[in-house]
């Protein structure tokens, strides 16, 4: 079994400095399920903070979330580690 990755980036307008704040989120899971991670980003993401000037936005805010599939050769530029590998002796 091999873990689906994904790359989500979230993004909205914020009304405090009026720039788009622009967050990468790099997600594993076990099945290649986008809604089950979008869902998981959202949460994950809240409560929501500007990039820029590090305020939180108001509720009910527009999210952009764009799902993108992480493939293991972008995997392996970001030097993303999962968990030690050691093989017992
Ligand atoms: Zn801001």
């Known amino acids: 079994m ?8 979230v993004s909205f307008f914020c009304p405090n400095c009026q720039k788009v704040s622009v967050e990468q989120i790099i997600a594993a899971a076990d099945k290649h399920n ?6 998981a980003v959202r949460e994950a993401i809240s409560p929501l903070t500007c ?3 590090k305020k939180v ?3 009910g805010i527009k999210v ?3 799902m993108n599939d992480f493939t293991p050769e972008e ?3 970001v030097k993303f580690i999962k968990g ?3 093989k017992p002796s």
């Open 84 to 86: 030690p590998s050691i």
């Open 2 to 9: 091999s873990d689906s990755w994904f790359k989500a980036d």
């Open 75 to 77: 995997l392996a530029k």
């Open 57 to 59: 936005a108001p509720e």
């Open 34 to 39: 986008p809604d089950a991670v979008a869902r």
């Open 51 to 53: 990039q820029w000037c």
């Open 64 to 66: 952009q979330l764009g």
